[in-house]
């Protein structure tokens, strides 16, 4: 997908850290490897998704830059 532009649209969705490595600023380093790609391959914008309730992931997106404009709630029932 592409901008009004034509530039294109990235999308970053659920980077995981194993929990014994929670804190270590392996997510950090995740997100800022992610998004430099993108810039570097001329990405306009970039849609990043995360929980709502990851709270650290909302913490490390934050100092990186990104802002919530949109949230979605999603629910489901597990059925076995």
């Known amino acids: 997908p592409t901008d009004r532009r034509g530039r294109p649209l990235g999308s970053l969705d659920f980077i995981g850290v194993l929990a014994d490595r ?4 392996v997510g950090d380093l995740l997100n800022r490897a992610a998004l430099a790609a993108m810039a570097r391959a001329g990405v306009a914008r970039a849609t990043v998704r995360t929980m709502a309730s990851n709270y650290p992931a909302l913490g490390v997106l934050h100092k990186l830059g990104v802002r919530i404009v949109a949230a979605n709630l999603l629910v489901h029932r597990w059925l076995k």
Do not use: M, S, V
């Not at 929670?22 to 600023?25: E, I, K, M, R, V």
């Open 22 to 25: 929670h804190g270590g600023g």
